[in-house]
């Protein structure tokens, strides 16, 4: 089975950046969509990104202009590129991946059935 690990989670400043990793591991033929979700304490999960067949990628509106989700399809590693960052952006953050190609649209924590464990990331003001 696909199993995912995130890493690259820390503490950063307000204006500053992170690069968070997502190493996929186990035999996939295809892909698939893929996303970042991330979570705070006392608030709903949150799909960030995503990136779909072809590298079509979709944010939330919360993250746009700032957060950059890529792929290296040699070393199988998602990442996602987080500049500009706020205190807001404080979470637990999540590797997920579907079980087929998700089209264009909101990043919906049910179309993704393998979940990574999660890397902590905080931000200061």
């Known amino acids: 089975q696909v199993q995912l690990v995130e890493s690259g989670g820390g503490s950063a400043q307000a204006g500053g950046s992170l690069r968070l990793s997502c190493v996929v591991s186990?035999?996939?033929?295809?892909?698939?969509?893929m996303a970042w979700f991330r979570q705070a304490p006392g608030k709903e999960r949150e799909g960030v990104a995503a990136?779909?067949?072809?590298?079509?990628?979709t944010y939330s509106d919360s993250v746009k202009g700032r957060f950059t989700i890529s792929k290296d399809t040699d070393k199988n590693i998602l990442y996602l590129q987080m500049d500009s960052l706020k205190p807001e952006d404080t979470a637990m953050y999540y590797c997920?991946?579907?079980?087929?190609?998700?089209?264009?649209?909101?990043?919906?924590?049910?179309?993704?059935?393998?979940w990574g464990q999660g890397t902590q990331v905080t931000v200061s003001s």
């Open positions: 997920a991946r579907a079980s087929r190609w998700l089209r264009d649209g909101s990043i919906e924590a049910i179309d993704f059935g393998t």
């Open positions: 186990g035999y996939f033929r295809y892909w698939y969509s």
């Open positions: 990136i779909h067949q072809f590298r079509a990628t």
